[in-house]
């Protein structure tokens, strides 16, 4: 797995139309429902996967007075890409460079999340929340995968059955405890 940032978000519920009972909130990579502070990407302090390299400058878009309605999380990347057309070794951006992931980071799980647009900053979608897959796919607690082999298995299947457009990457997600 790769290093490729931090970031802060507003983690919400699973929401009442999603049928996956093992699932009780949203830490997903996309920010469709667990959201970012307002204006993050203004500070121009992320990285090419629209993650920080610095754990600072993660905590530096959050709003004064709103620190404690925010979460810090930490991403990994496997080392592959899930395209229509099979596995492709990723690209790592020149700007990638974080700071080691520091003790105290625990491993929620794994998603798969889309990008679909090389202009776009960062990740697009994660179908397990996204488009409520975690039912069917028996995500848990977190809306992620358990473990690396069915986050794989995961990405494979949704870069063949487009849930989202895009190719897939397998993103291991830890937060600050």
Aim: glycine residues 6%; negative net charge.
């Amino acid at each position: 797995m790769i290093d490729a940032g931090f970031f802060v978000k507003r983690i919400e519920r699973k929401p009442d139309n999603m049928r996956a009972p093992g699932v009780i909130e949203i830490c997903s990579v996309s920010g469709c429902l667990s959201s970012p502070p307002k204006k993050w990407i203004e500070s121009w302090r992320q990285n090419d996967f629209g993650w920080f390299n610095h754990i600072a400058d993660a905590l530096s878009v959050v709003p004064a007075g709103d620190e404690s309605r925010y979460r810090l999380f930490a991403y990994r990347l496997y080392q592959e890409a899930f395209t229509a057309q099979g596995r492709v070794p990723i690209r790592v951006p020149e700007n990638v460079r974080p700071e080691p992931i520091p003790e105290g980071f625990r491993r929620l799980g794994f998603d798969s999340a889309s990008k679909s647009m090389e202009r776009v900053l960062g990740f697009e979608c994660s179908p397990l929340s996204c488009n409520l897959m975690a039912a069917e796919i028996n995500a848990n607690q977190f809306c992620l995968f358990a473990d690396l082999d069915r986050a794989i298995a995961g990405a494979e299947r949704f870069a063949a059955e487009q849930p989202e457009p895009g190719d897939y990457y397998v993103v291991e997600v830890l937060e600050r405890g």
